[in-house]
């Protein structure tokens, strides 16, 4: 039998991506809640594998042309298709665009529009959407509100960091306006916000958290030398990764007997390898590059601590609350970070972790010797920091106030998502 539920449309950047397992989580939750998702990507993986959580999502998934180049032909076509459905829709979303390309003298808006109408006019984008929500407020966000002013339907979207703060005030507050609520995943990103919706638009804060079934930690090793340090991370600017293997070359330089396993891929990997040797500590240093999240947890169990030092660039990009210190924290392992964003919303320094300035190799040093020297100190902040993750981090009671959001607001009316039942075992998706 057809599946009788509407179907929300979530636009996202790519899926599945190794780096964004928040996502997959949350959907997976949202579908085991009852709702019927079709996810709607820009660009095919990039990655060669998956957590294994993605296997468990049954959402139709439905691939855009990432380029315009080799693809006009197909994307003139279903969009001439989809102005003969709506022309005026059609027309009002393309002076948009004209008013946006004339503004950034650049061809993004012209291929979300473009994208928009290719995805309307999918056979795999049948029944039709009843609500659009983007993962992500810049391009993710200009596609769904696109394909919501060709059809008349409601779009939201959800803001995490880099989207939120790299672009200009000035659209971001545009996309607001057009939404019907916003959603963001920390209380530094939801003041922001609301300053830029001006009263307009809600915006309801919902953390990612994680799923506490799986980070569950095993007995503690012994604190003993080497002292075994942990970082998972992308390898890219705003994550700090300089700072932290300038501070472990501090630590060297003292005489602290330790490893250091890095996890995580990017594109200042050479730099990285380049200034562990600067620094002294090229065979204390192991890059592992990504890994799924079944072997991290290895990693997790065996470190004595978890060190990262994110910090906010020049253009504004930074990280909110990077889920792998809820994890660490989650699996018994202290972690040393930097005060920055809203890292703060869950490391209380001194009190669940220790935080330190960004860009301060030498305060950050000095953290992370304490975790692996002061035993009193770990015997407070560990319990305490899982005591958090617990309280406020359990990634099925946030995504359940997603869902009851969802019933609430999503659709033309309102509230069409209220009757969604979760889907019986065994029956096809």
Known sequence: MADPRPVLAMVLKGYPRISETFISNEIRLLEEMGLRIRIISMRRPRESFAHASVSRITAEV???PELLSGNWGEFLRRNLRQFCTNPAAYLKAAARMLRQ???TRRSASLKHLLQA?????????????????AHFAHSPASVARYAAMLTGLPFSFTGHA???YTQNPASLAEKLRHAVFAVTCTGHNRDYLERLAAGRTPVHLVYHGIDLSLFTPGPPPPLEPPYRLLSVARLTAKKGLPTVIRALGLLNEQGLDFTYDLIGEGEDRQKLE?????SGIATRVRFHGAMPHESVLDFYRAAHAFVLGCQVLQNGDRDGIPNVLVEAM???VPVAATAVSAVPELVTDGETGLLVPPGD???LARAVYRLVDDAALRDRIIPAAKDKVRAGFDNTVHTARLAELFREKAGNPPGIFAASKPRPQGTAP
């Open 330 to 332: 989650a699996m018994g």
């Open 62 to 64: 439905v691939y855009l």
């Open 274 to 278: 380049a200034l562990a040797g600067y």
């Open 361 to 363: 190799p030498e305060a």
């Open 162 to 164: 880099k989207d939120v």
């Open 117 to 133: 109408g290719y995805l309307l006019q999918d056979s795999a984008s049948d029944p039709p959407a009843a609500h659009f929500h």
């Open 101 to 103: 390309l004339v503004k």
